[in-house]
């Protein structure tokens, strides 16, 4: 229980860095938040000056972050300097078509990846081991993005088979949930064969099978539980790298979602719009290696983390 | 009498023991000679494709979009009549250039981080912990667009941003391996003698992490190709005179009703660039580690 309670403590330093981080880089950035909305070469020095002053862009920097964090803790991070709406309802909008894209992909990754690498593994040399290495090299080699523009081109342009733009209805999810999940699907699929095969060869088993355990009882309850324990801790990543995928992948595909939208406020350098999705970001990730970190330790017992730091 | 020394059989495996030769040398053999050859052939196109520019640059209006096994062009042209094979050939000069950059500033980093957060005792251990695992937190390409204020968009600012990124995983790998190397004779005879623990980084650490940087610094020269292509596909990398993979694949991206030939050309010479390296990578790992090359 103590351990659960250091790993939050560690999630919400790490996340308070992450915060500092965010605030730092909006400061950072040239062209502060009133050159980006004012033209300072026509605007007269004292309407500047008042802009400021509203902003709090003449307090102390310390000052400036106690009252960004007092905003973002309640769920206010300013405005958009393009459209002039509330940041938190922009996000809002985006974040529903991103967690829809990200949940398929992940679902995807995770449903067929486990029982790829689980078959494949048990019929260790056959054909379908075989054609999965093939096909999961092909997937891990052939960038995502590559591999959305290679489906557009084919399915969307020339056989008109799948919508490849937009997020008009359900059959629009189809083509970037797949290229999202290609990759995933491949990591999940090459790290659940290599532990199940692991856990086959392993002395434990030949002992069951030495004392007469059938093949299916052991597969069910001592090999598949004892190889998940790496496939769990490859969940958390995946998140990760999920979002990180998701920015360039809704690009492609026109997809409403957050990816989209950061990129969009980057390149017109709406930065409350882009702190904003950054510290989002960030929290997800954060909260997803916490978790991840916590059912490892459910899973597997045998962790008592003397590799890690908080133990 | 005389005993006769007996030598116990080694128990070479089967597959050991017959290795099927071709001109005496073995197969993996020619396979690692061969991905070496290819990627000699990527260093040359990096050197030389600065010297090539009017080539990659000339433009001719009246000759768009031409097919591929067009006469003087044999890889077709683009949207502005740039050659489409010295423009790819170019994009990837610049991709790999980048890919090696961030792979040398990723693995110095992290080696150090590593070390020093391994062997430096407790305070260091904690403290660079933190540091990594607030880089994890941000994808690469946020930092990209910090950068991108700072110095401008453009390949220096993609190669920090990802550097800086990237050598986060990298690092914690490292600490993983000090944490056992540091529990070795070697070391704690080096301690005895009065080595201090720079010293021992040095001299112990950084050759025995050698191969696993290897491995992993190839590994991230294919993982910053892509990522290159990745922001200069949605315009935060190389801006337009430079040529860039990503590019192509952007313009190609904006033309797809018309002709899908650029986006098959940039995107298949990326994917087989990548193939290239993760393969030279597994090659080294299984050289470095037959134990875990076997298990794939």
Not at chain 1, 130 to 154: E, G, H, Q, Y
Not at chain 1, 231 to 254: A, K, N, P
Not at chain 2, 61 to 67: G, H, I
Request: proline share 5%.
């Amino acid at each position: 229980m103590s351990y659960v309670i250091k790993r939050i403590g560690y999630a919400i330093l790490i996340m308070f860095l992450a915060s500092l981080v965010t605030f730092a880089a909006l400061r950072v950035a040239p062209g502060s938040a009133v050159t980006s909305i004012l033209d300072p070469a026509r605007t007269p020095p004292e309407v500047i000056e008042r802009y400021k002053e509203e902003l709090g862009l003449n307090l102390p920097i310390w000052q400036q972050y106690v009252n960004y964090m007092a905003n973002v803790l309640r769920g206010n991070f300013g405005t958009s300097l393009f459209d002039r709406r509330p940041v938190f309802d922009l996000i809002a909008d985006a974040a529903l078509y991103t967690v829809v894209l990200a949940f398929a992909a992940f679902v995807l990754a995770f449903g067929l990846g486990v029982p790829a690498g689980v078959i494949a593994a048990l019929n260790r040399g056959g054909w379908f081991d075989r054609v999965i290495r093939w096909v999961t090299s092909a997937f891990m080699s052939i960038p995502n993005f590559v591999l959305a523009l290679l489906l557009v081109a084919i399915l969307g342009v020339k056989l008109r088979f799948l919508p490849v733009s937009g997020a008009s209805g359900p059959a629009n999810l189809i083509l970037p949930a797949l290229v999202l999940a290609a990759d995933p699907w491949s990591l999940t699929t090459r790290v659940t064969r290599t532990a199940v095969v692991e856990q086959l060869g392993a002395d434990y088993t030949r002992t069951l099978r030495a004392r007469g355990v059938s093949r299916t009882r052991i597969n069910w309850r001592h090999v598949l539980r004892n190889a998940l324990t790496p496939v769990v801790s490859l969940g958390s990543v995946q998140i990760r790298t999920l979002l990180g995928y998701t920015l360039i992948v809704e690009v492609i595909f026109r997809w409403p979602g957050m990816g989209s939208q950061l990129v969009q406020a980057i390149l017109k350098r709406d930065y409350p719009v882009a702190s904003a999705l950054a510290l989002l970001l960030a929290l997800v990730v954060v909260i997803a290696s916490t978790v991840g970190d916590l059912l490892l330790r459910a899973v597997d017992p045998r962790i008592r983390s003397n590799q890690a730091v908080i133990s | 009498m005389v005993t006769s020394l007996v030598i116990a059989p080694v128990d070479v495996p089967e597959s050991r023991r017959h290795k099927k030769r071709i001109g005496g040398i073995t197969i993996p053999t020619w396979i690692g000679v061969g991905l070496l050859a290819l990627c000699a052939l990527l260093g040359l196109v990096v050197l030389l494709a600065p010297a090539f520019r009017n080539l990659w640059t000339a433009q001719d209006l009246r000759a768009t979009f031409l097919p591929p096994l067009s006469s003087g062009h044999p890889f077709g042209t683009d949207n502005l009549g740039r050659d489409l094979m010295w423009r790819t050939l170019a994009g990837l000069g610049v991709s790999v250039a980048v890919g090696l950059g961030v792979a040398f500033l990723a693995v110095t980093l992290g080696l150090m981080v590593g070390i020093v957060g391994g062997y430096f005792g407790r305070a260091a251990d904690v403290t660079s912990n933190i540091v990594i695992d607030v880089t994890w937190a941000f994808p690469a390409i946020l930092l990209a667009v910090v950068f991108a204020g700072w110095l401008g968009p453009g390949l220096l600012t993609v190669v920090l941003a990802l550097a800086l990124t990237e050598w986060a995983g990298f690092s914690r790998i490292i600490r993983g391996e000090v944490l056992s190397l540091r529990e070795r004779d070697y070391v704690s005879a080096a301690r005895v003698l009065g080595r201090n623990k720079v010293a021992i980084s040095l001299r112990h650490f950084v050759p025995n992490l050698l191969p696993v940087t290897l491995v992993l610094a190839v590994y991230f020269v294919a993982g910053a190709i892509v990522a290159e292509a990745g922001l200069s596909f949605l315009g935060i990398g190389a801006q337009p005179p430079t040529p860039s993979l990503g590019s192509t694949l952007a313009q190609g991206r904006d033309y797809l009703t018309r002709t899908w030939w650029p986006v098959i050309l940039a995107g298949g010479v990326l994917t087989l660039t990548v193939l290239l390296l993760n393969s030279v990578s597994d090659q080294l790992r299984e050289h470095f580690d037959p134990r875990i090359g076997r298990r794939r």
